[in-house]
């Protein structure tokens, strides 16, 4: 009996998905709860599992394609054998008696008047008298020329009365041979040489996966509909850097995870967002919505681009847990296993460009979010401390908020604010 593969109901909201992948092709046999198709939906990749065991007698909708939630992608036929192969087993064709007797061909080639020189298939044209017509005199000045370049007389065009060959045209032969103009092969090698600097001229469409798409009606929509602005500061990360090296073996002994620049950023980002709760804000229809929670999204890469898994009520988290946290959602998404909900919600987003090596950038607001916080590299610049010139360990940071919410007086204060608690973090465990 032919079982129709049908999309599952994915999430709320979603609507289609995109076929990333077949893992069986027609004709494959599969057991029950065995995965038959991989698909992506804007958020997350999950397997399609086989409903019964049997056999993929019909696909629907190939890879790469757009289907509807609900959609039917397959066919499976229940209880079935593996199928056999279309067209039957093929018979290799016997060598042909005619190719078996074919004589090789091998040994010299036959005399044509020419003589072969020493790398096979070049040949060494030697100029002859013209019948009728002596030879020229060669002048013993101009023997030894020809001696010395490895010419000889035919090599040369005599100019001397008499047929004479003199020391003047052996220079000249000489000279010629040092740089020989270039030939129709050199020529020709020229061109394709010229031809091949202007590169490849093909293309190739791909389709954008589900979560590109999303990213990118995301972006364009922050940009369409929020007033997005950005404000600039930068941080000494002298004290914060000595702190995780003072106690990074301590901490890793006893939580089994390194003590990351992240967690820092999240706790100064919630202390921040608790003296400006604008930023923490969002915007519904005419109504200002004040959350009085902290849920951070943190942008990590993913396999299938960036994502921005959320961690929730970062409040009444410690270090550990926020640093275990990342660990965590940061591997699942190299493996494309993160779930659905632990993509959606947040109410402020913290992106890390440093780790690429961005120096400095304008992130872009994820709406409804208010505010977005960018991380940049770490670089040694000289600063002024005390009236002296030291250097340091700076890292620019960028604050991008929604300026109908929030006033340039709160972006720069709560900018501000995170630079003052990295920049001393006890202030962190002092709540000051």
Do not use: C
């Amino acid at each position: 009996m032919a079982i129709e593969l049908v999309v599952p109901k994915v999430g709320e909201s979603i609507t289609e998905v995109q076929i990333v992948e077949w893992l069986k092709k027609e004709g494959d046999r599969v057991e029950r709860d065995g995965n038959l198709a991989v698909i992506e939906t804007d958020k997350a990749t999950v397997e399609l599992p086989a409903p019964v065991a049997g056999v993929l007698t019909k696909i629907l909708k190939a890879k790469g394609s757009v289907a509807k939630v609900g959609e039917v992608i397959g066919y499976l036929e229940e209880g079935a054998g593996p199928a056999a192969p279309a067209g039957g087993t093929k018979t290799a064709k016997p060598e042909s008696e005619a190719a078996k007797a074919a004589p090789a061909q091998d040994g010299p080639a036959k005399s044509s008047g020419m003589n072969f020189g020493p790398e096979t298939g070049k040949i060494a044209v030697i100029k002859k008298d013209e019948p009728g017509k002596p030879g020229a005199t060669v002048m013993p000045a101009a023997a030894r020329v020809l001696a010395e370049s490895g010419l000889s007389a035919a090599d040369a065009q005599a100019t001397g009365p008499g047929n004479r060959l003199l020391k003047e045209d052996a220079l000249k032969a000489a000279e010629a041979k040092a740089n020989p103009p270039p030939g129709p092969s050199l020529a020709h090698e020229a061109k394709a040489a010229n031809a091949n600097i202007a590169g490849s001229r093909s293309e190739e469409a791909v389709p954008m996966s589900m979560l590109r798409r999303k990213v990118a009606e995301r972006l364009v929509q922050a940009q369409q509909t929020a007033a997005l602005l950005t404000t600039f500061n930068e941080i000494d990360m002298s004290e914060m850097m000595e702190l995780r090296k003072r106690h990074q073996d301590a901490f890793v002994k006893k939580y089994g995870v390194k003590l990351g620049f992240m967690s820092f950023f999240v706790k100064a980002a919630v202390e921040a967002l608790k003296l400006i709760p604008q930023i923490n804000a969002e915007i519904r229809g005419n109504e200002i919505i004040y959350k009085h929670y902290y849920d951070i999204g943190v942008a990590v890469g993913g396999g299938k681009g960036l994502v921005v898994p959320v961690l929730r009520n970062v409040e009444a988290m410690g270090f550990a847990q926020v640093e275990l946290a990342i660990a965590e959602l940061a591997k699942r998404a190299q493996a494309n296993t993160l779930k659905l909900e632990e993509l959606q919600g947040g109410t402020f987003t913290i992106s890390n460009g440093g780790v690429y090596g961005s120096l400095l950038s304008t992130p872009i607001v994820n709406p409804p979010q208010s505010g977005v916080l960018g991380m940049h590299s770490i670089q040694d610049r000289p600063v002024a401390r005390d009236g002296q010139v030291v250097i340091r360990p700076m890292m620019y940071v960028a604050l991008t908020y929604d300026h109908r919410i929030v006033d340039g007086r709160e972006a720069v204060t709560f900018l501000k604010r995170i630079k003052d608690t990295l920049e001393d973090p006890a202030r962190i465990l002092l709540e000051i």
